[in-house]
């Protein structure tokens, strides 16, 4: 039972506020920031020519880890608390490409973990995976605007075996993925969803390969006066293929008693968000989001502070705040 439900942690991102452990995927986290993107998604990205800055800052406090049928695994003195930052830069090349405009990024996250269990309190400060996009397709048409893209994820840089807490998946992996922003009434309403499917690859150290992982992440915001708007954002994660180990598929034990095969973990989250512009083509977004329908994770809530802004506003700010 303790060795089932050892607690190990990722916090992820460009990145991210997704945090679990050991019952789902290797160490119980993604290894991709579920949680992170929101806000016009295929919209608010960079223009021809235009390189964009992104900056994503991350709590998540958890009491709570569920099993594979949502109850709560009786771990004394259980908590996690987990402070991520982040930064993304995003490069359209102007190019014409595939339907669209050939554009290019990469984000960086930073993350401290702090873990208490019966056993003591354990800490941790490292880089997270690494999110790398050589190719992103941006389109726009009306009020409608897409992306698809390929993304690669590096094994995290704060990996130690045998340590009761790891920054990042000591694997790397690479997902497809695409997002739609719809905007009628000139900007005013916006609904967004993305969706992720991240194939992972073996832990050649630990001869564990995690299970694929399904995500979709959403938003929907009205604007008021004075560019303000005010939404909802959520997000729902599934994984869709099992664990294995050395080759054998895993198995855990659930808190009464019944012993369940893959750790297939998932969770769907929810909060609302608030929106301030940020000079001409800039915004800041202050938003939390709160676990539900957990299996084979911790749950809890992530609150997030993020902004973007174009790259030629750090030099000339009178250029884009008019």
């Known amino acids: 039972?303790?060795?089932?439900?050892?607690?190990?942690?990722?916090?992820?991102?460009?990145?991210?506020?997704?945090?679990s452990v050991a019952s789902a995927t290797e160490n119980g986290a993604s290894i991709w920031p579920v949680g992170a993107e929101s806000v016009a998604m295929a919209a608010a990205v960079p223009h021809s020519g235009q390189t964009m800055v992104y900056e994503y800052t991350c709590f998540y406090e958890?009491?709570?880890?569920?099993?594979?049928?949502?109850?709560?695994?009786?771990?004394?003195?259980?908590?996690?608390?987990?402070?991520?930052?982040?930064?993304?830069?995003?490069?359209?090349?102007?190019v014409k490409f595939l339907g669209g405009e050939f554009d290019s990024w990469i984000a960086v996250p930073n993350e401290y973990h702090q873990l208490h269990l019966p056993n003591g309190k354990f800490t941790n400060d490292a880089l997270g995976n690494i999110n790398i996009v050589p190719i992103s397709i941006l389109g726009h048409k009306g009020i409608a605007h897409w992306y698809y893209e390929l993304q690669f994820e590096t094994a995290?840089?704060?990996y130690v075996s045998g340590a009761p807490v790891n920054i990042g998946q000591h694997n790397v992996?690479?997902?497809?993925?695409a997002a739609i922003t719809l905007t009628p009434r000139?900007?005013?309403?916006?609904?967004?969803?993305?969706?992720?499917?991240?194939?992972?690859?073996?832990?050649?150290?630990?001869?564990?390969?995690?299970?694929?992982?399904?995500?979709?992440?959403?938003d929907a915001r009205q604007e008021l006066p004075h560019r303000m708007s005010i939404g909802v954002i959520g997000y729902y994660y599934q994984q869709v293929t099992n664990d294995?180990?050395?080759?054998?598929?895993v198995s855990e034990v659930n808190v009464d008693g019944t012993t369940t095969y893959g750790n297939k973990g998932r969770a769907f989250d929810l909060g609302p968000q608030?929106?301030?512009?940020?000079?001409?083509?800039?915004?800041?977004v202050f938003k939390w989001d709160h676990d539900m329908l957990v299996q084979?994770?911790?749950r809890g809530n992530a609150f997030w502070f993020q902004f973007g802004i174009p790259f030629s506003y750090l030099h000339h700010p009178g250029s884009e705040s008019k």
């Open 296 to 298: 084979n994770k911790v």
């Open 173 to 177: 992996a690479f997902t497809p993925s």
């Open 244 to 249: 294995h180990l050395k080759g054998v598929l």
């Open 156 to 158: 995290g840089s704060g």
């Open 274 to 284: 608030i929106t301030l512009p940020w000079g001409k083509h800039g915004g800041l």
């Open 62 to 94: 958890a009491n709570e880890l569920d099993d594979a049928h949502g109850k709560k695994v009786p771990i004394p003195d259980f908590k996690l608390r987990v402070f991520a930052t982040a930064v993304k830069l995003s490069h359209n090349w102007g």
């Open 186 to 218: 000139h900007g005013q309403e916006e609904v967004s969803a993305r969706f992720d499917y991240v194939i992972n690859g073996p832990d050649h150290d630990t001869h564990y390969h995690s299970g694929n992982e399904f995500f979709t992440q959403f």
């Open 1 to 19: 039972m303790q060795k089932s439900n050892r607690v190990l942690l990722l916090l992820v991102v460009s990145l991210v506020c997704l945090v």
